[in-house]
């Protein structure tokens, strides 16, 4: 087999990215035409119907429920993909498209949105998705007494009015730049309006598949929608997705063939299941991050010197290395990733390293010749949450910061430690917009605002930014609001996660995936399929 | 016979004051862990609005007397309630997992118990001989390791390794039961947990049944069968062992309950829907009627349990059976 053939070979297989590829191909001097219409050759292996998938998923738990507005866990979202369409989707390249929705405009001030629905998309009981079906789907999140987790994206809306059956108009109580981004949420799926309400006890949705049975916490089975209007999309026959919420029990029925895929392998394995011929290991980098936030109403967290200490005395490269296994990257102490379309640069934003000498410094600006913090963590926060503040421990007594770690219950975590206690650790999936991040975290009035920070400069670039829609002045408030909560926030984040996951070879996929959220922006489902 | 009558009524009756007992303790454990059911469900994305929405619903901000009383009169009339994670009735929320546990539970029992008496039968026909001591170390071997550690153990050979040698004979390692399946493929998909069930319990019913029986071989009426000049085999199958039933019976019923209420460990390794993951899931999530339902059944199991162990005593034992 000459070079070139195997290069070809490789390609074809899939087991050379497109940019090694063109990288080995200049160096064998095979011209850029030449090795361009290769590459499209291999990437066109494609798609084929049919097939029954199995995943073994990492979440899942008895007490999941079929109502929207509870959904929080991996295994529930996915089967929000599943059964259902949204009126807009997130693309595989991160860019917005419209789903249910065929096309939307704002008014000027961006506080009225206007969305015109695709015609003639059934859902599984055969009944047309009218307008009426998308008021009702999103009144179901919003009023008094209402328990959705959605609240904070539907709060907002003032007004929703369907306009005939095909156009729904949304006033809202201030300019939103980025409304069509929000309703691409897991928690708002179009689902059939009836009597005051919509039904989703029945599970019936109008996505790529139909849900045929389900037992919380254990197992769930789907079958293809055959109605589905998106022709180049949802190719297996069924899908099955079982809850493993041991990991050790997930690696086993990858090994042994009764999964096709699994969601979060145990990172401290995954190279030895990397090894297995037959099994690929793969990562998105996207907005998932972990943190230590600090409060800043508490001492002796109210003083910024004491946060820049803090931030500097912290390796994230290490913490990358050993807690992530190498499978992610440092985070820069605030929640947009490269990932967002406003991250700022290296340029903008230099990335903090680890530094004791600073951490000193600032300690002495603070009048502290030694500082001693307790540090409350349990696993709850992440995964690995422990190790890494004992790795923390380790780090910050180079520059005389006594770091406590004290190890709380997992049970009531969320509840009695993060966000009340000064110091804790907290995990973000992350938010496709800036916006959204920033609201849902940073936002002087948010519930989630786990650093109680409340800026006036931050606070009002937030609310400008908002409804700008000139994207060069939009980028730049953006960066500056990246660049107050580097240096004066809370927020501690040493590090963003990569998305990993384990699959069979057989399992396929086109090259470019989604990394809004795990497995492909959980649309796996409708965009992979199986081979052979 | 009349006595024996009274005696289970006597027992139930009691068995049922224990299970009131029980449930008032489970109900305040479960009280006493910090954070309440909103606040598991809602995770990380509770705010105060929908903490307070949900437990107005649920009634979680009534006094807890007044929710015990009000669950207690429930269960008096045959009503066990909804969960209240995801409003589903309690009675179908546990009425497969319970099938499910029951059929691992007897597949365990139906491989561990003949293989404990028989082992235990000729370990003591061949007392202190190779075969004696190479049996002792390898039960009790088995049952000192952990039971994940079993399980991984016999996933590795029974599963992984199988797959190479012969796939056909390769077993799950995910316990997938359906109870649409055949009774031969669910049989095929509990095997590996009911294997390591068996690993674990078998050590202990193998050992008093070796240790009762030759308990009796010092006796007199042993020594005039020997003396007799019967074969070992024949003294200790028809002389000593209808006498050493007792104890015997009382350590298999008592390895059947840890089947039924002791298998969590199992059931996660093997990914397998029964009651032990349920109950856990629920006291994570503080779901007390579903935790009560739960520890309910593990009780009752217990009782009647014992009951039977003691009823079988007595049936087995003449002396008890016609007192003077």
Redesign the interface.
């Known amino acids: 087999m000459t070079k070139d053939d195997h290069l070809k070979k490789l390609a074809m297989s899939g087991r050379l990215s497109r940019r090694d590829f063109v990288a080995y191909a200049s160096a064998l001097g095979i011209g850029a035409a030449a090795s361009t219409s290769m590459f499209v050759g291999a990437a066109k292996a494609a798609p084929v119907r049919g097939g029954d998938v199995r995943i ?1 998923h990492a979440h899942g ?5 079929l109502d929207p507005g ?1 959904w ?1 866990n991996d295994f529930t979202i996915e089967l929000s993909f599943a059964a259902n369409n949204f009126l807009t989707e997130i693309a595989a390249d991160g860019s917005l498209v419209g789903e249910l929705a065929e096309s939307w405009e704002a008014s000027d001030d961006a506080m009225q949105w206007t969305f015109v629905l695709r015609k003639d998309v059934t859902f599984h009981n055969g009944k047309t998705v009218t307008a009426a079906d998308v008021v009702a789907s999103f009144n179901h999140h919003r009023g008094e ?5 959605a ?2 994206i539907v709060s907002p809306i003032t007004d929703i009015q369907a306009d005939g059956d095909n156009v729904v108009v949304f006033t809202l109580n201030g300019g939103n730049a980025d409304f069509p981004f929000l309703v691409s949420d897991y928690h708002i799926p179009i689902k059939p309006a009836e009597d005051e309400g919509i039904d989703w006890q029945s599970g019936v949705g109008c996505g790529p598949y139909v849900m045929e049975s389900w ?5 769930a089975r789907f079958k293809r929608h055959e109605g589905y209007w998106k022709t180049d999309r949802a190719w297996f026959d069924t899908i099955e997705y ?5 990991a ?2 997930r690696g ?2 990858l ?5 096709h895929v699994i969601s979060r392998p145990d990172l401290k394995t995954v190279e030895l299941l990397a090894r297995r011929p037959g099994i690929d290991i793969e990562e998105t980098s996207g907005t998932a991050h972990y943190g230590f936030p600090m409060r800043v109403d508490a001492a002796p967290f109210d003083n910024n010197d004491v946060r820049e200490a803090l931030k500097w005395a912290i390796d994230r490269e290490e913490l990358v290395q050993k807690i992530l296994k190498g499978r992610g990257f440092a985070g820069n102490d605030h929640p947009i990733s490269p990932a967002n379309r406003y991250h700022a640069t290296e340029e903008e934003l230099p990335q903090r390293t680890y530094d004791p000498d600073k951490a000193k410094f600032h300690l002495k600006q603070a009048g502290m010749e030694n500082l001693s913090v307790n540090l409350q963590i349990a696993d709850a926060a992440f995964a690995g949450a422990v190790n890494a503040a004992e790795l923390y421990r380790e780090q910050a007594a180079a520059a005389g910061i006594d770091l406590v770690v004290v190890r709380e ?1 997992d ?2 975590y ?3 430690i ?1 966000n009340v206690q000064p110091f804790t650790g ?1 995990y973000w999936g992350g938010r496709p917009t800036e916006d959204w991040m920033f609201t849902t975290t940073h936002d002087k009035n948010a ?2 605002n786990e650093t109680a920070f409340k800026d006036d400069t931050f606070q009002s670039l937030l609310e400008q930014a908002r409804s700008e829609l000139d994207e060069p002045k939009r980028r730049e408030m953006y960066v500056e609001m990246q660049r107050i909560l580097s240096t004066q926030g809370g927020s501690l984040i040493p590090m963003f996660n990569n998305y990993v996951w384990a699959k069979t070879e057989n399992l396929k996929h086109e090259e470019q995936m989604a990394a809004n959220w795990d497995l492909d922006g959980h649309k796996w489902q409708e965009r992979w399929w199986l081979e052979g | 016979m009349n006595k024996l009558v009274t005696l289970v009524a006597q027992r139930l009756a009691l068995g049922c004051l224990t299970l009131f007992i029980v449930s008032l303790i489970i109900f305040l454990g479960v009280e006493a ?3 309440d059911l909103a ?12 903490l307070a ?2 437990r ?2 649920l009634g979680l901000n009534l006094p807890p007397h007044t929710r015990y009383l009000q669950w207690l009169g429930g269960i008096v009339q045959g009503d066990f309630g909804t ?1 209240l ?4 009735e309690i009675t179908e ?1 546990i009425g ?1 997992r319970l099938a499910n546990t029951l059929f691992l539970a007897l597949v365990a029992a139906a491989i561990s118990v003949p293989i404990a008496l028989i082992l235990g039968v000729l370990a003591a026909l061949y007392r202190n001989t190779w075969y004696d001591r190479g049996v002792n170390v390898f039960t009790l071997s088995a049952i000192s390791a952990p039971e994940f550690f079993v399980a ?1 153990i016999l ?1 590795l050979f029974l ?2 390794k199988m ?1 190479g040698w012969f796939p056909a004979l ?1 077993l ?3 316990s ?1 039961v359906r109870w649409e399946d055949g009774f031969f493929d669910r049989l095929h998909a509990v095997l590996l947990p009911a294997l390591t069930l068996t690993l674990v319990v078998v050590a202990h019913m193998m050992r008093m049944t070796r240790a009762s029986i030759i308990n009796l071989l010092a006796s007199p009426y042993i020594e005039m069968a020997n003396l007799k000049g019967l074969s070992r085999g024949r003294i200790i199958l028809h002389h000593a062992l209808p006498n050493a039933w007792a104890p015997i019976i009382n350590v298999i019923v008592l390895n059947l309950a840890y089947l039924i209420v002791g298998v969590v460990i199992v059931e ?4 397998y ?1 029964g009651l032990g ?2 109950i856990v ?2 006291v ?2 503080r ?1 007390i009627p ?1 935790v009560q339902a739960c520890s309910l059944i593990f009780a009752a199991t217990y009782i009647l349990l014992n009951l039977t162990a003691d009823i079988l005593a007595i049936v087995t034992n003449p002396r008890l059976l016609h007192p003077r």
């Open positions: 073994g738990s008895t007490t999941d429920s509870t929080e007494g209402s328990e959705s987790a609240g904070p037992e919380p916490g254990v197992s079982t809850a493993v919420v041991d050790a029990a086993n029925a090994v042994t063939g009764e999964v219950p049970d009531g969320w509840s009695n993060w907290t519930e989630w | 862990l910090p954070g606040q598991a469900i809602l995770g990380q994305a509770a705010t105060e609005d929908s929405a949900m107005e619903r969960s994670a995801n409003n589903r929320l497969v991984y996933i599963s992984v797959q390769s799950p390692s995910l997938n996660v390794v093997f990914v829907p993951k349920l899931d629920a994570r999530t779901d579903v």
